[in-house]
């Protein structure tokens, strides 16, 4: 019997625990629930729309012979360059030759030169002693007057010939890949003809071809939203060329590419573009998490200064990927939860993470 009684007080004691803390729950409300919060912030917000856009090299160059001749070798398509590389070598040959007859012509002309020197001197020595006339020694100071002009052209020539041996060799302007061959080893070209092509491949910019409607709201140096890949950034117009195509009725817009996104992105790619089409206007905006969709209405969730929860309807104007601008009872810096929000209770008790 003693053993009975000891157990239903056992069970008595577990049971008014239980009710206890069932009544304690009932009097503070349901259990404080975890949750990510966001300040609703007050920015310059317009509409905007996204355009399609091509991603260019800001340099794609023909590499030109700088000399008459033959090609000894030159790069072959797809090889990486640094600048300074070399891109093409002619045959030095004919080149060589000619430098070495030049200097040749030169050293003759200094020969001359000092003789006609000697000729001067030795006439007007005779002069004085009346054995050779004035006509004969003016004859020769101008011949040799002229064999000094005669070593300045030839020296002159020199350098020529040693320019052309220079450009010879044709070396990458910068760094990039050679994207097509236009001849082979071995053919004679002439100065000027186009050997290879070259692509920057760290010098990128986007192209944008933007409504003539919209030029009073894009300016140089506005940030504008670009993504592809995955990659999403944001980057300052360059250049606004406001000269519209009589056609399309649109203008280029041109904006340079960070050099990290030179490995996922490449030269002829397509990008979106989001370009602003409304003067921008303050507004109230949040997180697009902190939205909560229903069939009646749009709400996001405050978080006041007690940790306890409000729903609040709002309305959605526009917005960016990240931000929307909404009308509701809200101010600047209002917390709103972003995580966990969907789950909660008016009034109900908060823990922010």
Do not use: C
């Not at 070593?151 to 060799?169: F, M, N, P």
Request: without cysteine; hydrophobic residues 45%; charged residues 20%.
């Amino acid at each position: 019997m003693f053993y009975m009684k000891k157990i239903m007080l056992v069970l008595f004691i577990f049971s008014a625990s239980i009710l206890l803390i069932k009544s304690s729950q009932a009097a503070n409300g349901a259990p404080a629930m975890p949750v990510m919060v966001d300040q609703v912030t007050q920015v310059e917000l317009g509409a905007s729309t996204e355009l399609m856009a091509t991603l260019h090299s800001r340099s794609h160059l023909d590499i030109t012979a700088g000399v008459n001749g033959r090609i000894a070798w030159l790069a072959e398509p797809g090889s990486l360059v640094q600048q300074g590389d070399v891109l093409v070598k002619m045959d030095l040959t004919p080149l060589k030759l000619m430098h070495l007859e030049q200097q040749a012509q030169l050293k003759r002309a200094q020969i001359n030169l000092r003789y006609l020197h000697q000729e001067v001197q030795r006439l007007k020595k005779l002069k004085q002693s009346n054995s050779a006339s004035q006509f004969q020694l003016d004859q020769t100071q101008a011949q040799y007057d002229l064999a000094s002009t005669d070593i300045e052209i030839a020296d002159l020539k020199l350098q020529q010939i040693a320019d052309q041996i220079q450009r010879a060799t044709v070396t990458a302007p910068f760094n990039g890949v050679i994207t097509e061959r236009i001849v082979r080893a071995g053919s004679d070209v002439n100065r000027s003809e186009t050997l290879l092509k070259i692509l920057d491949t760290e010098q990128l910019e986007v192209r944008v071809y933007v409504p003539i409607k919209y030029l009073g709201f894009v300016r140089k140096g506005h940030e504008l939203a670009i993504s592809a890949s995955g990659q999403q950034i944001k980057a300052a117009i360059s250049a606004l060329i406001p000269s519209a195509d009589a056609k399309s009725q649109t203008f280029e817009v041109r904006i340079n590419i960070p050099n990290h996104l030179n490995e996922v992105w490449a030269a002829g790619q397509l990008v979106k573009v989001t370009v602003p089409t409304q003067a921008a206007t303050p507004s109230l905006t949040v997180h697009r998490d902190a939205l909560i969709l229903r069939k009646d209405a749009t709400y996001v969730v405050k978080v006041a200064d007690d940790n306890t929860v409000h729903r609040l309807p709002v309305v959605v104007k526009q917005g960016t990927a990240e931000r929307v601008s909404i009308e509701g009872d809200l101010r600047a810096g209002d917390k709103v939860a972003i995580r966990g929000a969907e789950r909660l209770n008016e009034g109900q008790k908060v823990i922010v993470q």
